[in-house]
């Protein structure tokens, strides 16, 4: 049985009201399609130590990395990955899938 995978991204967003509109509102049921829900998005994500270039953070989980991956590469999804990197957005997007956290000690 695959494991639950949590993307996590960190973004540089143009105009917040413009992202939402066009990328943010249209996104939900493509994630959803393949098994994928947001659990946190905000554009007050602050840093703790270190540095990090971006203005908006989300937190979505799936319910493997490969259901992730799909979702990512699926053609549902290309216009809006066109739309995020050509007009919505500066600079890169750092995304994490991450499994999750074993328990320790």
């Known amino acids: 049985m695959s494991k639950p995978v949590y993307s996590f991204a960190y973004i540089q ?31 007050i994500a602050g840093v703790v130590e270190g540095e990090a270039e971006g203005n908006w953070a989300v937190l979505a989980k799936f319910p493997s990395q490969e259901q992730a991956q799909a979702f990512y590469t699926s053609p549902e999804y290309a216009p809006y990955l066109k739309l995020r990197r050509e007009e919505l957005t500066d600079g890169s997007l750092m995304v994490s899938f991450a499994a999750e956290v074993p328990k320790l000690g």
């Open 13 to 43: 967003v143009k105009d917040h009201a413009d992202y939402l509109e066009r990328y943010g509102k249209p996104l939900p049921p493509i994630i959803e399609k393949f098994g994928g829900e947001f659990l946190a998005a905000t554009q």
